[in-house]
């Protein structure tokens, strides 16, 4: 079964600290991996789509990596602020079910002042 | 544009009651999704549609159905609620299936 996993479910990190979230999956056959924020009582918002072929995508203080060999893509935020305070959640579609998503549980981020 | 938007916003249903969301799209798209997301196991496919006029089963779709008779609209139907299908329900489109996808507000859906 195609799984997608997110560790840690919450992390509190100082203002202005740089962070590492990560998401994990189990088919090595993905074709391509989605970063999403979530604000309380709202729906998704789409950060960063990475293709099967890329390494690596970036969005301003956002740059998301994937490594298909060892099933990891991490979400890197630099200098975090109050207002990245969010669920982040990953999303991976495989190659046969390439327009499903399969989701991870995400991880609460809080950014302390 | 209004992007994907979702009625209503919340809903109460006793337990047998029936009822319909509505998800709309204005961005032309042609894959549409609908998910449901409950604590601690993340958002779950309930069915989606590629086109006008098809559907498709996702990971979860007993107890609903759906229908997209036009491209613009996805409905999803629950026949006969239970308390199970208490969750927050999400609508999604994309313009293909392997691209960015748009999320809807989401619908809050409480059966007793």
């Known amino acids: 079964k195609q799984e997608v996993t997110q560790i840690p479910a919450a992390l509190s990190v100082p203002e202005g600290e740089n962070l590492v979230l990560n998401c994990s999956f189990t088919?090595?056959?993905?074709?391509?991996l989605q970063w999403f924020r979530q604000d309380p009582g709202k729906g998704l918002t789409s950060l960063l789509l990475?293709?099967?072929?890329?390494r690596e995508q970036t969005s301003g203080r956002l740059n998301a990596s994937l490594d298909k060999s060892s099933g990891r893509s991490t979400l890197y935020i630099a200098a975090s602020q109050p207002g990245d305070s969010a669920t982040y959640l990953c999303a991976a579609s495989f190659t046969g079910t390439a327009s499903k998503l399969t989701f991870g549980t995400g991880t609460r981020l809080q950014v302390t002042l | 544009n209004a992007g994907v938007t979702q009625t209503p916003k919340f809903r109460v249903l006793k337990t047998g009651q029936s009822m319909t969301l509505l998800c709309a799209q204005d961005m032309n798209h042609e894959y549409m999704y609908w998910y449901r997301q409950d604590p601690g196991m993340g958002l779950r496919l309930i069915h989606y549609?590629?086109?006008?006029?098809?559907?498709a089963k996702g990971e979860v779709p007993d107890g609903y159905n759906v229908s997209r008779l036009k491209k613009q609209n996805f409905l999803l139907g629950l026949e006969s609620a239970a308390p199970s299908q208490t969750s927050v329900y999400f609508c999604a489109s994309s313009y293909e299936g392997v691209h960015t996808q748009y999320f809807g507000p989401g619908t809050r859906l409480t059966v007793l």
């Open positions: 088919d090595s056959a993905i074709y391509n």
């Open positions: 549609s590629v086109g006008e006029g098809t559907t």
């Open positions: 990475i293709q099967s072929s890329q």
